[in-house]
């Protein structure tokens, strides 16, 4: 059932081959496998790594972690003021020199969905390879691996309905077969001989997806990630998205009648699926986290593991609504009523 | 001998410039704790009857009637243990 799964979630991401889906713990690990895996032994002093100014810390760390390591620079793309992504300043950054871009497909913070296809193509014409942070995007808009031409895709189970603790990095097969593994131990491995003559062992690597597997196997979230999988596919992923933008739209409208309430982000909702960001005046984000938890409304506060991008919005920390599957019109209602409650207080 | 920890079930750092901690009390004791808070530390406004601010110790946070807090600007971990057990215990 385990095998089932990576050939269940291969065909929901249009992977060409299972073996090009890695069983991780989540994005976070997906994007550390590739910096150590890949980017400990391709990257080096004068090399450049393209990143945004939107990315979730998890696609800025590992790469100033190995950067201090290895040498090589970071360049940070920019972010306009709207929360979308700066294309052209991202695309005058390429050089010869970058080997790798790194970009969210949709950002955690404003909801921006950027066009990772457009910056997989620079990318490639550059010689470079491109990664996405898939974990607000495979969830909610229909991603498709060989349509984008990204070199890895990273996403998260708990945040498509699936447990905690499982995840996947999807790689190009070409590109995982060169790669050496993250991790040693056992499944990852084809041979482990001792030579009493030498004293020492050789070790030989399991064949694709299991390199990268060391240990036993989250079985459980793999195999609770396909049903996640099969429950989204029965709805449809085309018809998720149009779910979340008129979500996403009728909470704008109403949010904006709460005179106190200020949003953030781009106003063309063409660009973002179902998350708002917003402060209410006089108050701190956590507060107004903790105000609706009174209610049963749980909303993100804080920075949204996004400090740089909210360097740009020129923020301290920020709210978030965000939507999914399950949310109503009705539940937005609740919220609003809930924001003018704040608002009157 | 009461503890802290009899009141507190987890503290949780908050990120941004309010930077604080987010106290959660035991559900059973949500409503001890507050009573007790209310006896110690002085009023300083309340919000809807869902936020209260409070006053301690030249330290001021807000406490929510689901059961959690709010504390800014407190030094670290164990001054704010400091402040828990003066006002708890």
Known sequence: MYENAREKIARFVNAKDSAEIIFVRGTTEAINLVAYSWGLRNLKSGDEVLVSLMEHHSNIVPWEILSKINGFTIKYAKVNSDGTLNYEDFESKFSRKTKIACLSHVSNVSGVINDAKRIARVAHDHGALMLVDGAQSVPHIPVDVQDLDADFLAFSGHKMLGPTGIGVLYGKKELLEQMAPFQGGGEMIKEVSFSQEKAQCSISWNALPWKFEAGTPNICGGIALMEAVKYLERIGMAEVLKHEKALTEYAVKRMRECRKVTLYGSSDLSLKCGIVPFNVEGLSSHDVALFCDNYGIMIRSGFHCAQPLHQVFKLQSSARASFYIYNTREEIDRFVEVLKEIERA | ?89
């Open chain 2, 1 to 89: 001998m009461p503890v802290v920890e009899d009141y507190v079930a987890r503290i949780e750092g908050t990120c941004g410039d309010e930077k604080g901690a987010v106290v959660t009390f035991k559900y059973d004791k949500k409503d001890e704790a507050i009573a007790r808070i209310s006896k110690k530390a002085t009023l300083k406004s309340s919000i809807a009857g869902i936020i209260t601010e409070f006053v301690f110790q030249d330290i001021s946070f807000r406490v929510f009637s689901s059961g959690k807090a709010i504390f800014k600007g407190v030094k670290n971990r164990e001054a704010l243990n400091e402040i828990l057990s003066d006002l708890l215990l």
